[in-house]
């Protein structure tokens, strides 16, 4: 069974630095791309990152280019989004998905002074 | 960007009935390698989202045979043939074509009547 279980999240205040972690279980994960998505309460969902299968290109979405990096651990089957100056807009509830097909619970991100 | 556009934003059904929902994008999603990258989620009341269909009519494993998705180049549909109480959510379009970045439309809510 597919398993994706997001960590990391919390309180954070405007500026502040958050990493999430997402732990990949159930299936090969070194060969699987890996995506964020986020969701603002009681919004819709946007991407915000993907990595591919061996770590070696990424991509990112325009309001967090420069801010958030996406890396991978493909002996640890973790992927991870490191996310620097953060700022309210970027309060949102973080999905790790497997090339969008399945998706962990999602971790809640707040920044808030 | 591609710019996913969804109607209705709001759609009250009557359990047993029908409901569809449409979906267009804002250049044709007919991808070079002549497959079309649209897929349909369904995001259940505190849920995370959970893919239903990918490239236009294809049904994940585990998806009732009621849901249906149809549609070419910009215009695409998802049905379901008879609406029941575990449909009601949110559900959202997304194109995979012309990435980065994947986009989501604003997505539908469905409850019922």
């Known amino acids: 069974e597919v398993q994706l279980v997001e960590s990391g999240g919390g309180l954070v205040q405007p500026g502040g630095s958050l990493r999430l972690s997402c732990a990949a279980s159930?299936?090969?994960?070194?060969?699987?791309?890996m995506h964020w998505v986020r969701q603002p309460p009681g919004k819709g969902l946007v991407w915000v990152s993907r990595i591919n299968s061996d770590g070696s290109s990424t991509n990112y979405a325009d309001s967090v280019k420069g801010r958030f990096t996406i890396s991978r651990d493909n002996a640890k089957n973790v992927v991870s989004l490191q996310m620097n100056s953060l700022r309210a807009e970027d309060t949102a509830v973080y999905y790790c998905?497997?090339?969008?097909?399945?998706w962990g619970q999602g971790t809640l991100v707040t920044v808030s002074s | 960007d591609v710019v996913m556009t969804q109607s209705p934003l709001s759609l009250p059904v009557t359990l047993g009935q029908p409901a569809s929902i449409s979906c267009r994008s804002s250049q044709s999603l007919v991808h070079s390698d002549g497959n079309t990258y649209l897929s349909w989620f369904q995001q259940r009341p505190g849920q995370s989202p959970r893919r239903l269909i990918y490239?236009?009519?294809n049904r994940d494993s585990g998806v009732p045979d009621r849901f249906s998705g149809s549609g070419s180049g910009t215009d695409f549909t998802l049905k379901i043939s008879r609406v029941e109480a575990e449909d009601v959510g949110v559900y959202y379009c997304m194109q995979g074509t012309h990435w980065p970045p994947w986009t989501f439309g604003q997505g539908t809510k469905v409850e019922i009547k």
């Open positions: 998905a497997r090339s969008l097909d399945y």
């Open positions: 490239k236009v009519s």
């Open positions: 159930g299936f090969t994960f070194s060969t699987y791309w």
